[in-house]
């Protein structure tokens, strides 16, 4: 595994964690550096509620296939909220200690990293004992992790009974399709939501609602929306 930006957004460590910050207006945002050069997440309602999230004003995803096409890259999560860096997984072993050492965490984002995780084990083995190895290999990095587990049957069940020639194609096709159900889901939720957040905020004169979320929910934890 290869760090791809290691002097992206260096942070010093004195201070504890990164400042928090919300505006009144929809609860997507970004991530913006500070005086102090620590991320600051912020949300306006200029950013609209189809924004997506932003890292230095770029559209950023917590997990994407590198432009090479055989390798992934994420978010280093176990460096935050200090530094900020990419980093790239070109094996199975690789997916599965960032599941494992929490390079990426939350539940979507670890089923997302199981699905692309066997892909890339297909790349490498597509036979049908590397198949099953790669399932149990990815399971074994957060036993009790449901996401995890469905996406790895999710991800079985696509590239069982299927000719060895086809398994990597497939693989990638059934991997981007769990992580755009991940967005789908979870901006389905944020429109939901966002009503009862409105009808909070009229009834409190139009001052600021606060929000507070249980688990790790927010998009770190999700493929794009948190």
Known sequence: MENLRAGNVPLP????????????????GG?????????????????GYESRMKVDGKSTRSIWVESDGASLGIIDQTLLPHRFADARLKTLAEAAHAI????????????AAAAYGMWLAMRDDASDEGLERACATLLATRPTA????????????????????????????????IAEQDIAINQAIGRHGLKIIEDIKARKNDKCV????????????????G
């Open 210 to 225: 606060n929000v507070l979320t249980h688990c790790n929910a927010g998009w770190l934890a999700t493929v794009d929306w």
């Open 146 to 177: 449901v996401n995890l587990r469905w996406a790895l049957d999710e991800m079985a069940a696509a590239l069982r009974n299927r000719p060895r020639p086809e398994r990597v194609a497939a693989a990638l096709r059934r991997a981007n399709e």
């Open 13 to 28: 460590s004195r201070r504890p964690k990164a400042g928090i910050g919300a505006g009144c207006g929809p609860i997507y």
């Open 31 to 47: 991530i913006r550096p500070t005086l102090g050069g620590l991320p600051q997440f912020v949300g306006s309602v200029e950013a």
């Open 100 to 111: 494992r050492s929490m390079q990426v965490r939350g539940a979507p984002l670890i089923g």
